[in-house]
């Protein structure tokens, strides 16, 4: 069983910026294409960003295509979601999924970790 943390979430005004962070609980981040995935409160969880396991490929949710960052460092075994230029409604849990395959479908990803609260000021 791969236990997955989630960490970096945090408040922030309007217009800032914080990086999420995601690790498995072994060295295993190089098996697995990665996931983000965010809800918000009254809402269903939503797809933000994907990044297949060998990191050539990424894919983003068009609210958050251009201001978000996807990106992977195997040797350190840590996922990243680089979020800049924050908006309110980008208040939510963030959750990091890990999988065989980089999917926008929650369902295809087999871990996931515990979920970090960002909030955006307004």
């Known amino acids: 069983q791969v236990h997955v943390l989630e960490s970096g979430g945090g408040l922030v005004q309007t217009g800032g910026s914080l990086t999420l962070s995601c690790a498995p609980s072994e060295r295993t981040l190089n098996r697995f294409a990665m996931g983000w995935f965010r809800q918000a409160p009254g809402k269903e969880r939503e797809f933000v960003a994907t990044?297949?396991?060998?990191?050539?490929?990424?894919y983003y949710a068009e609210p958050v295509r251009g201001r978000f960052t996807i990106s992977r460092d195997d040797a350190k075994n840590t996922g990243y979601l680089q979020m800049n230029s924050l908006k309110f409604e980008d208040t939510a849990v963030y959750y990091c999924?890990?999988?065989?395959?980089?999917?926008?479908?929650?369902?295809?990803?087999?871990?996931w970790g515990q979920g970090t609260q960002v909030t955006v000021s307004s």
């Open positions: 999924a890990l999988g065989p395959q980089w999917t926008i479908l929650p369902r295809k990803y087999e871990y």
């Open positions: 990044i297949s396991r060998t990191g050539e490929n990424t």
